[in-house]
C-alpha cells in the first residue's frame, strides 16, 4: 500500500532513460511488492528488480545489494514510500559533475497528509568552504534521510556499507561515515524528494520503540560521536538534543513495553557518562 506513488515518480523522471537505472531490493516480502515490482520492470528496459534469499528485518541489507548491483558513477537511495521530484537526478548529477563531489544533499518536503512543509534547508551553505563546516552544517541542520546522492566509487573504496544490525538510526551512521571520507561535499537547496509520513496500512520500523530500538540509539550516537571528532566536530553538542529527544518522546508514547532493567541501566550509564553536555539541553519538565 506504500510503493505506488514511488513507482510513478520513478516513470515521471526527467532524464534520458539511458542514462540511470533503478533497482529495486525487495527484503523477501510476502505481501505481493516482488511481484508488482518484476511487473513494473517489464515496461522499463533499465529498471531491474531483485529479491533477498531471506528477509533481514532492515533497510540496510537492501541498500547494500543495490550498492553492490549498480552499475552507475552515483548511488541514489529511496525508500519505497517516498517520491522522488521529476527534475530531482538531473539537478544532482549537474552539481556532482561540475564539482567532481562524492556526496551531493539536498532539501525534502515532508508531507503528512495535511500540509507540506518544505525541510533539510541550509541558508549558511554558500559561506561555508572547508569540508568540516560543511559536515557541521549538515549533521546539525538536516535529518539523516538516507536520501544522499553519493559517488559509488567511494563507498567501494572504503568499503562503506549500511550497517545491517541496527534496525533504527542506521542512516546517521551510514551518512557520517560518508562525510568523514568524503572529500567534496555539496548541497542542493532545492528540494529532491517528497518524504510521506502518512497513516498506512503497513507500519514502519520507526512506529515501534523499545529495548532494541533504545540501543540502537546508544550505539549510534556514540559511534557518529567518534566518527565526527577527527573533524573537530562534537556531534553531542551540535546533534544529540534531537536525538535524545525523540528517543524520550518514543519510550513515552510509542513504548513496545520491553526496555526492562538491563537496557535501562544501559541508557542511565550513557547519560550520566555525558551528563556535562546533556545537563544543558532545554527539555519540558517531563523529560
Known sequence: DKIGRCLASLRAIDLDASDYEVLFIDDYSTDGTYELTQRACIEQPTWRSLRLERNSGSPSRPRNRGIEEAKGEYIYFLDCDDELLPEALGKL????NRTDACLVRSELIRDDGRERRRMNQIPEWAEAQAPAQRCELIITRTSTVPNSFVKRSLLLQHRIRWPEHLRMGE???????VLSRAERIEYLPEPTYVYLKRPSLTPSSTQRYGARELGDHLEVWTSVQKL???????YFTCRLPVGLRVALE????RSCGDVDASSFQKFHE???LNWETI??????RRL
Open 171 to 177: 542512516d546517521s551512521v551510514f551518512l557520517a561515515t
Open 270 to 272: 550513557f547519560v550520566a
Open 250 to 253: 518514543s519510550l513515552i508514547f
Open 279 to 284: 545537563g544543558k539541553f532545554s527539555y519540558t
Open 228 to 234: 565526527m571528532q577527527p573533524l573537530g566536530i562534537d
Open 93 to 96: 548529477l549537474n552539481i556532482a
